[in-house]
């Protein structure tokens, strides 16, 4: 018989550098103006996930800055709220 392992991956593996001058990443950037936008309209990351086509547990991660997030997916989020993209990397 043979066992699985499962490895998990501490949050300090998935920093990533920030760009000079910036105080957060590109990526907590993302995530702490996609959380504001969402919650600023009073929708769940459930209402949002149905208005974006994206699946609810991916806006979560994408909300803890956990995850990459593609320009696509970006451009989804943002048409979902109504806003442009460029408003969701703002300082």
Same mark, same amino acid.
């Given at each position: 018989?043979?066992? &699985?392992?499962? %490895?998990?991956? =501490? ?6 550098? @920030?760009? !000079? ?8 950037? &993302?995530?702490?103006? &996609?959380?504001?936008? @969402?919650?600023?309209?009073?929708? +769940? ?8 086509? &994206?699946? @609810?547990? %991916? ?8 995850? +990459?997030?593609? !320009?696509?997916?970006?451009?989804? *989020?943002?048409?979902? *709220?109504?806003?442009? !993209? =460029? @408003?969701?990397?703002?300082?």
């Amino acid at each position: 018989m043979f066992r &699985l392992s499962t %490895y998990r991956m =501490s949050l300090h593996c998935l920093q990533v550098p @920030r760009l !000079v001058g910036m105080k957060e990443s590109a990526r907590e950037l &993302l995530a702490k103006n &996609l959380r504001e936008l @969402r919650q600023e309209k009073g929708w +769940s990351q459930d209402e949002l996930a149905a208005r974006s086509g &994206l699946h @609810r547990t %991916y806006i979560g991660t994408v909300e803890r800055a956990e995850q +990459s997030i593609t !320009v696509d997916s970006m451009e989804k *989020l943002a048409t979902a *709220l109504n806003v442009k !993209v =460029s @408003r969701l990397l703002e300082e």
